[in-house]
C-alpha cells in the first residue's frame, strides 16, 4: 500500500510518483467523496485539486486505453456515511461494482478485502 503523505519530505514530482503507483499497482483504490465526484467528472476549476485532477486523469487515461483490464484494478469504495453518487460517472457507479464499507472492521469491509485478496467468491454492489 502506498500513501502519498507517508512518503518523506524529499522533493519529487507528484505526477510521476502517482503515474508509477497507479501503473504498477494491482488495484487502486478511489475513495467515494463530493470532491472525488467533482474532479473526476472534470467539473473542479483548474486551479483547485491539482493533484486530484492529475490522479482523475490518469485514471480516465488507462481506462479509455484498456478498459477490460482497468475496470477490474480501479475499485471504487464507499465509505460509511458516503453513497454511490459520490462515485465519478467514468467509474460507472450504478453500472460496475463498486465496494461499499459500513463499518472501519474487517466484516464491515469484507467485500473490499476479498476483492483485494483476489477473492472469486465475493463481489461488489452494482446499485
Known amino acids: ?74 475499485l471504487p469504495v464507499v465509505l460509511p456515511g458516503g453513497t454511490p453518487d459520490e462515485i465519478p460517472l467514468f467509474l460507472q457507479p450504478r453500472t460496475v461494482d463498486h465496494y461499499p464499507v459500513h463499518a472501519f472492521t474487517k466484516a464491515g469491509a469484507a467485500d473490499l478485502l476479498a476483492a483485494l485478496r483476489h477473492d472469486p467468491r465475493v463481489q461488489g454492489v452494482a446499485a
Open 1 to 74: 500500500m502506498h500513501i502519498d503523505h507517508l512518503y518523506d519530505s524529499t522533493r519529487q514530482d507528484w505526477y510521476v510518483w502517482a503515474h508509477e503507483q497507479i501503473t504498477t499497482a494491482d488495484f487502486t483504490l478511489i475513495i467515494a467523496s463530493p470532491a472525488c465526484c467533482v474532479v473526476g467528472d472534470g467539473q473542479m476549476p483548474a486551479k483547485l485539486h491539482r493533484g486530484l485532477q492529475s490522479e482523475m486523469g490518469i485514471l480516465r487515461e488507462l481506462l479509455h486505453t484498456d478498459r477490460a483490464q482497468w475496470t477490474k484494478r480501479l
